[in-house]
Every structure is written in C-alpha cells, then in structure tokens.
C-alpha cells in the first residue's frame, strides 16, 4: 500500500495550478489540504468556479496557511517573487516544497539550500517539469560523448517571439559541457544564403521554425560515419508537465536536502 | 509485349554513367547499342574493367558514332560542354537524346529546342532525375496554394562546401511562384542568436543540417492553424537517379517536342 | 474588393458548429444570417453561451428558417439524417450547401446530386475538410505511379477504438485504384512475431500506433532503390478543419453542379 | 599522447574487416601488427587485393600467429567458430579480444569468463559495435522508467527476411525488465484489418516496415499526456560499426576482467 501524501498548493488558479488540481484528484495517494491563492479566503477550492470539486480550505495570508494546515509537499506553481517567500516559510515549517520556476537567483538558491540543510527538509526545484525535455537533454549529453558532431533543430508556433528557445540553448550548454567546443562541417564551407546553417553555440547549430500548427517540439540530432542519432520530444499541451510534477512530490518525500533540476532526482 | 529501345549512352565511365549502363542490362526491353568514350575506341563495353558485360562498341569520335550507330534514345550523362554538341549531333540523326545536366546556357536551350522542332525529334533534358525530388518540389508547389506558411529543411553529410543546397533554393523559388513574398512569423520576432531563424528567400526559411551520417535528405513542412503537412525525400545513393533515367527514356519514346524538367513528362 | 457572403449553419452549439462560427466572426467577407438549432428558437446566436458574439437568429423549425434567411451558402455540421434534410431544403431554395459528412447512402448522393442538377445550384459535401489529410491522400496517390512501393503508418491517442484509421484506409485504397495489386516485401519474407508487418491492403502495409501524447498523425512511406519519399499530415485540433470549411464556402460560389470531395474542387 | 595499441585481427578479408583495417590505418595510435587469415600464409596484408596498403604478416594457423605476434588486443571478425578458439588463444597469451558476435553460446560465455578472470586479462565481446544502436536501447531502457507506454517501428529494406528485426526484439526485452508486461492501447480497441496493431511483446507493439530505399532504421516511441519522446537510430553503411570497434579497443586496455556489450563500458 503506498502512503497519502498530502499536499498544499498554491497558485490554484493558474493555469499550471488548475492542471496540478486535476492532477491531485485524480491521484489516488495524493490528498489535497490546503491553497493558497490572492483571493476567496475561507472558501473552499470546489466552491470556486472552473476549480475541481475538491475540498480544501484557501487562505489568502500565507503564513496563516502554514500555521494552520499540516501539509508533507507544498507546491508552488505562482511566481518567482510569492515563490520564494512561500518557500523560505514552507521549510521553517518542515514541509517540503516542489517548485516549479527558473526565475530565482543564485542568491536565492544559495539561500534555500542552505535552509533545507538547516532545517534537514527536502526541497525539489525544476525549472522544467516536462520529464520528457529533461530526458531529451540527458540523453543529448549522454550520446555528446560518443557522437561529438550534433545539431538542434527546434519548432514551434509562429507566435513565439524568440529564437532559438530557451530549451535548446540549455541543451546546446548541457552537451558542451561534455564535448567541449567544436568546429563542426567542412571547414570551407560558405553559405549562399546568410542564415541557412543556423545559429551556433560553442560549434553546435541551432535551427529554429516557427509555423502555425506547432506547437513545441525539439530535436536533437549526433552524426558519425554511416550513422545519426536522433532524439525528438514533442510537447502538445499542459498537461506534458504534470508527471513531472507528480514525480517530483513522490521523491522529495524521500530526500531531505536541496535538489535542482528532475534531472537529479532521476537514477 | 513492350518493343525494345535501342540505346546509346555517352560517359559509360562516369558514375552516373556506369550506374546507367546497369540499369540498362536489368531492363529487358533496353538494348545498349553502342557508347561514347574518351577513351577505348574500338573495344566492347565489357572489355572494360568495372563496367557491365554489355556488348556494345565504344567510339571515341563523335560524330563517327553517330554515323555508325543506329539508336533510338542517346543518353549524355558526361559534362555541359560535350554534352552540348552530343545533342546537336543526336539530333540531327533523329536519335531522341535524354541529357542530364543543369549545365546549359539560356541560349543553348533554346538552340537546341529549336532543332527540336526543326527536326521533329523529342528531347527531355533533366536538372534532376531523382523522381522523388521532382515530386517533392511538385507536390510542395501544390500545396502552397492552401498553406502559404512554409520552411524548408535541407539535411547533408559535413563535406558539402554550401549552404542552402541547390535544391532547397530550387523548391523555395517554385513555392514562390505560386504563393508570392511574404513575411512569416511573428512581426516582432527576435533572433537571440543570429542565425537561428535561418536562410531567407522571400519569407520562405530554410535551414541546413550538416553531418556525417547524413547522404541527402530535404524535407518541406507547411503549417496552419492546428495541422502541418510535411514533404520529406531522402536519397541514399546514386541508384536514386535511375528510375528517372528510365522514365525518361520511355517517355521520350512518345514525344517529338522539347521538354524541360521531369515535371513536364508526368500527367 | 471581395464580395460578402451570406450564411446559414445548421448545428451551432456542436464542437465543429462552435468553431465555424469563430472562422466566420474572423472571416470579413463571410456574414453570419441565421443558424438552426435544436433548441433556442427565436434567441440570437450571442445569447446563448458558450458561442461567440454574432447577432443572428436561431430556428428550430428548418422549413421555416429557409423560408425566413436570405442565405447564399447553407453549412450543416449536424449528423447525416437532419443533414440530408436540410441539404435538401436548401437545395429547393436555391442556397448552396457545405456539408461536412461521410454518412449520406449511395442513394441519398444520387438524389442530391440529381436535385443540383435540376435546380443548378452548386453543392460541396466532404467526408473530410482537413485541407492537408486532403492534399496528403492527393499527393499519395500522384506518388503512387512512380513509386508502386508504399506503406502508411498512422499514429493516434490510445482512446481511439479501431485500427487502422479510416484515413488510412482510404489512403489504400487510393493508392489501390492507382498502382492495383501488388506483393510487397520479400517473397519469403516471415513474421516470427505475428502481425509486425502490420496489416494488408492489396500488398500496401499499415501500421497502426496507439499512444498517449498522440493526436491525430499520418505518414505515407514510398520506397525505391536508393530514395524515400513521405508525406505526413499532422493534425492537433478541430481548428484545422476550419480552413477547409471556409475554402469549401468560397469555392461554392462559383460552381452550379454536384462536388464530393474537397480534392475536386482543387486544381 | 596516446600510447599506440598494436592489434591482430582475424578475418581481414570479410565485409567487416577490411572496414576494420581502413579504421585501423587512419587512427594514428592503433598499429596493426599481424592477422589471421584462411589463405595467404607468409603474404603481407598490403599484397592482398582490396586491402588497405598495411605492412603486416598473414598467418593461417592462429596457433603459429600468437605465438609469433606480440599485440596488444586482438580484434575477431570471422564466424563464432573460428571465433571462439581464437579467443582462448588470445586470453591465454594475454593478449585483450575485442570479438564482434551475438554467436556464442552461454556455455562458451561462461567458460571465456572464466579464462578472463583466471588470466586476469580484459575482454569485450559485442553483439552490435553500432554505438547509436547501443545507445538507442540504453536510453530506451531510461526512459522506461518515466514513460511505460511505448511502441517501435523498424525500417528495412525489402530484401530482410524476418521481421521483426533482433535490434527491435532485444529493444522490446530491455524495456520490459524495467516497466515489466503492461497492457497498452484501449482494453476494447478493435483491429478491423489484422495485424494493425503489430506484433506485441509483453505488451509492447512493434512494426516492420520494409521498403526499398531504406537500409536500417528503429525509433522508439515513448507517449504520455500532453508529450511523445522519440528516440531514432539511423545506419546507412557498414562504416556505422567502425567507432564502435575503436572505443571497444580502447576501452578493453583499461580493464582487467571480462564486459559482455558496449553498453557496458560507458559510463
């Protein structure tokens, strides 16, 4: 039989908050006690429109939150700033936090691996929850080592307004780390067209589409003599990142110092 | 019961060349009747090393050739400039040539249409007879009609000198020609890294992939709103050329006009 | 300048009838004149919820909606049997009709087709308005005369019930009526776990994927010696009908006669 | 600098090891110092026809070669016969086989291991040198853990006799031993052709795709809510195999025991 883990949350009614409710209702070990949110203190989530029929109290102060409920994981899923503070008071109470955000600084970070040390409480922080990039990116680290020659092509819609993503550029940083810089392709090569072999990070190309019709989708491609290697990850919804979630609260019942990235909670 | 096409083919030493006169022998219904070579004159086909045992004899001199050989199909698969009076002296004898070359001037095409008429003789001269490119850049140009939002992604092995490749500049013009210029993406777009969002041809992205592993593979990806159609060749060796060479014969067999590109010999 | 025109919907409140109205508000030159529901007789498409701000009113009665709106083009999007009713009325009143359905009866088609004709007026009726499924099954079978080698592989969510799709199967059967019957693979070739070669029509291949994470995806592999040509159609919401619906209303302007299939009305 | 490895090899004449000869001539540290061949006693590798121009003897009796050779590894491409006295051999002069074959019999693993312990002399024997296709099972493996539902297509030319593929078969197995035999796809989905959903194995599909124009493909499909992980290994030529062959020799001078499978040398 495994064990109820109950969970306070906040940020319900965002939309990664929403899907985590969804999430929780349909986990049969998982129990929600309590929210967070800016408004309808002393209601309960199922009172609220849009939420699902859970009942668990929200409270708009957040200390009183910790005060009051007895939670194992917090989940925070607001933003960097209540983040932190949700955070900061969710170890001093013994309760361990899964955030989702890569928005605090290295001074915030420091600061939080430090409490968890202090108060011996585990805290998992990802700034990805969707487990299939953060495997995409090991797994592109892994094979850097025996295939040194790799390119990246991502796509997306064409309402994204930067290129290349931000998940590519970690990915093009994570394998060189193991692979070093490289030149890549002939060394004569020319392009007749300025752009067409794409932007470079560190000898790796990066190419970035954007069309209506996609949405998010990444891959990572290694070439050698008679061979390619090619691992693709495809997101198409929210959804994608809730077994990240998931994941993240099963193990962080089982650490009690600081974790970042799922990538580390992975054997 | 299909009548047999007597063949002469110019560069049996040629990679193509070679390729062709194997492709010959497997077709029952083609017969080798003679070739043009720099060198050899007098012998057989099959007195050469590495080429196929046909037995057809080789001339060294043109316009002997010609003389003395009665074809009905002449493939060059030799170079521009001796592949150009090769087509003058075909024909002038009424043997219907099947060239392979992006080679010809303007004016030489238009020579050469013109003793086409003249004579009555049927000439297909072809850029490309891998039948499976001819189709993508065909079927890309039909689809534009319905999806103007359109990238192009070109993969090759690390020892081709440029980039964008013929064919990707090639497909993107034709897709132009239906659908005119037009801005793709976001107006606000940024490139972070230059480069990323790839070569431009009148608002038509292309991306080039250079690695080892990789032959030659293009792939065209059109995007609307919730679905995208994608057209994707591959081609793995020079063999990828003969079913044009063939179809090319056989259809030259049914015209006595000119014609330029594959395209124009499918319904 | 571009004409409007004037339309009539039957099935408002459905998922696709909601998302042609959304295609309609956007369209500038399309203008919303009444719709026919089950329910809300007398009420304004912008009264009920759910549906988007148009002012147009609701019929429940057919009979009396057509002798009311002044349409150019009828859209049904119900089910076949209201739909081969209103198609009709439609017809005797002189109003185009789209119709979105694989449900008429070979005699139901016959007698509509015969009733166009008598009335002259033009009809579109499409089993599928996925533009690109449209081009991806067209294509296919312009390849398929090249390229008698072909095997289509089709990818969906793990809900979906049979397999293969109906697409697919229509995919070979398109290609069928092109290439014939044909063996595939080689003579000799042995399944030592059954059903991997997947399932057979006429010697063409399918594949059927069932996952979770997958929405709706199609790809036709043609092979030859030394080259692959594949066309995939990916599908990730109803919105991609949409521009379908809306090629189907502006073509049916112009055509006074009977069309099945968006690929007729394609050039 | 690298300290040069002089390696034997058995069976210089095969498809694989001519490739292993141009492999060894163009890698500066490895030096080849005799092979073991059926015919051309006392002839040195470059008199040979088809081989790379190396100055190293020919034996035809193993015995007599590793008596008189001092090499450091000894690399066996021949059949697991011949294979398999070649390796004892080469243990019991403490010489480091590096053996390219799924061929031998648990009985004779066990006894190999032994000899290697006893000896204390590093062995590597390897069913695939492909590194892509190792690394293709081992992240397939991985990904297991955090996505149990899964299917493969495997891509071959039309000349393959059985499907499915080994690669495919052993991908399936390797999965298993981590998510263990899970019903996938709908309980009441429905094959309206036979052999739609593939060939299963403990729950898992798999397809065979086989064409001309392919020579070896296999993607692993990993698909949960919202996202697909696909992991795609691509072989062209024998070439594919040559990296797998080097990183096996020098990792086999680092260890002193006996390592079944490439997988297990990387880290």
Known sequence: MIETINIMLAGPRGKMGTEALSMIKETEHFNLVGCIDRKHNGNSVQDIDGLPTLDAPIYTDAEEAFDRINADVFIDLTNPDSGYNHTKLALLNHIRPVIGTSGFSEGQLDELRELS?????????????????????RFSQMAAKYFPNVEIIEKHHDQKLDAPSGTAAKTAQLIKEVRGSKRQGHPNEKETLEGARGAEVDGIRIHSVRLPGFIAEQEVIFGQGGQTLTINH????????????????????TIDHFVYGLENLME
């Open 234 to 253: 495809h997101s198409s919804n929210r959804q994608s990142f809730m077994s990240g979630v998931k994941f993240a609260v099963e193990q962080v019942m």
């Open 117 to 137: 040390t202090n108060q011996q409480t585990g805290i998992v922080i990802a700034p990805n929850f969707a487990i299939g990039a953060v495997l995409m990116m």
